[in-house]
C-alpha cells in the first residue's frame, strides 16, 4: 500500500470513529428520547404563566400559541425565564423567592422545575413532539369582555389624544358622574384602556397611569375604590367582608394623570368597571388604603446600590391583603419590614421593572396580621448606572417628581383595620387554619405564637369597626 492510500485509509478510520462518537445535534423539531417537547411540556406552561399577554391582540409583542409561534423564540424564552426574578425576567412576576411570605393569590411564576423544563427543551432543539400530547387551547376573555365578569357600572374618562413621540404629559381630567341612583357596595373593579392606536406592547396605551377619587354630591373627596390605573394592571377583587361604598350621586375624578405619547397618534380614555355586592350587603370589616413613602429622594448619578428608607406607624391593628412596590426608572427592588416587640422580620421583597407594574396579593392564610404599634420599613433599591436600561441619562442626578424618569418610592396598599376583638378572631382562624403549635408562629404574624392574646392585646373591643363611608 502506497503512503498516500495508508494515509486515506488511517483518516477515514479516524473519521468514522469521530462521527460515531461524537454527540448528535438535535434536528429542529424533532425530539431526542426523554427530551421535554413542546406539545407535552411546554405548552402548559406557556398557556399557565405567558399567554395571558402574549396572544393575538394583546399586550404582548408576540403570541406564544402555536409551535410555529413560540419556536423562533426559544433561545429567549430560555434566557429571560432564567433571569431569576431581575429586571427583565419573564413571566414578569419579581418577588423573591428565598425571603418574606411566598404565598400569592394569582401567583404566575414559574417554578425552579419548570425554568429547568424550558431550558432542557430549547437546549434538545425545541421538538415539537406527538401533537396528540397537545393540550386543549386556553379561552381568553375577549377584547369587549371583563375579567371580572358582566359589570353592574361603567364609568368612562373623558378622552385624551397624545400626538406621535409627544413629549409626557401630567394634569388631570375633568371629573365624570356615575350615574349612580342608590348607595352600593363594590365587590370588584376593573380598568381598561381603550385606544385608538394599532401597535403592540408601548404602542396601543398612552396612559401611564391614572389615580382616581370619589367626588361626592357636595363636591367633597370621598375616597378611592381600587387602586390607581396602570399599564398591565389586573383586575381586583375586593375583600367580601370589607367593602367600599359607592355613593348615590357621587362623580369619579381623575386629579393625576400621567401621560406616554407612542409611535402614532393616539386618542384613548379609560373606563372603570364595578361589580356591586347584592342589596342589603353589609360589611364586617373596615377597609382603608396604606400609603406610605415617596419622600426625600437623593440619588446620585453613576452608582448602583443606592438605598431609600421610610417608615410609618400602625396605629390599629392592620392585615395587609397586598404589596405593591411603586418606584421609577432606577428603581430595581423593594423589601416591606414589619418590626414589632423587639422582633424584626421581612414581609415581603421584589425585584423592580419599570416596564411592569405588579401588585402582589397575599393569599389568606398568608396576609400579615399586624398589632397596632407595628413599625413598617420600606427599603427601595436604586441603580443609576448603565446597566439598569431603563435609565434614560446615567449622568444626572435623580430626585422626586412626576416623570418616569425622576424617581420615587412608595408602595400602596388596600388595608383592613381590626378592633381588638376582629384582631384576636383573625389571629384564631390563623393558627386553626395552619394546625400551629402554642410558641409556633409565622411571617407576618407575631402573635400567631400565643394560644391567647397577652394582656397589652385583652382591652375591651373598641367601635371602631364599621366601613368607610
Known sequence: MTRNKKTQAVLFVLTAALVAFAPSRP??????????TFTKDVAPILQRSCQTCHRPSSVAPMSLITYE???????????????GGKMGTMPPWFIDKTVGIQDYKDDFSLSEKEIATLAAWVDAGAPRGNVADMPAPRTFTGP???AIGQPD???????VTMKANAPDWWGALPPKPTGLTEDRYVSAVEIKEV??????????????????ALVDEKGAVAGTIGSPHEVGRNAEILEPEAAYKLKA?????WPSVHMHANAEDTTAHLEVAYKFHPAGYEPKRRMSTLTFGNGEIDLKPMKAGQEIHFYTTLQEHTMLTTFEPHMHASGVRMCMEAIWGGRTETLACAGYDHNWVRVYKFADDAAPLLPKGTLLHLIGYFDTTPANRNVIDPRNWQGLGHRSIDNMALTIMPVITLNDKDFA??????RQHLNLAVGQTVVGCPLCAFEKMPPMMTRPATTTQGQQQ
Open 144 to 146: 369587549n369582555e371583563w
Open 195 to 212: 385606544s385608538s392606536a394599532r401597535g403592540g406592547t408601548g404602542g396601543k396605551f398612552i396612559f401611564h397611569h391614572a389615580i382616581h
Open 249 to 253: 350621586g357621587s362623580q369619579l375624578l
Open 27 to 36: 434536528v429542529a423539531g424533532q425530539a431526542q428520547s426523554g427530551a421535554p
Open 153 to 159: 357600572l361603567v364609568v368612562p374618562s373623558e378622552p
Open 425 to 430: 378572631e383573625e389571629i384564631a382562624k390563623r
Open 69 to 83: 409561534e413560540v419556536r423562533p423564540w426559544a433561545r429567549s424564552i430560555k434566557q429571560r425565564t432564567g433571569l
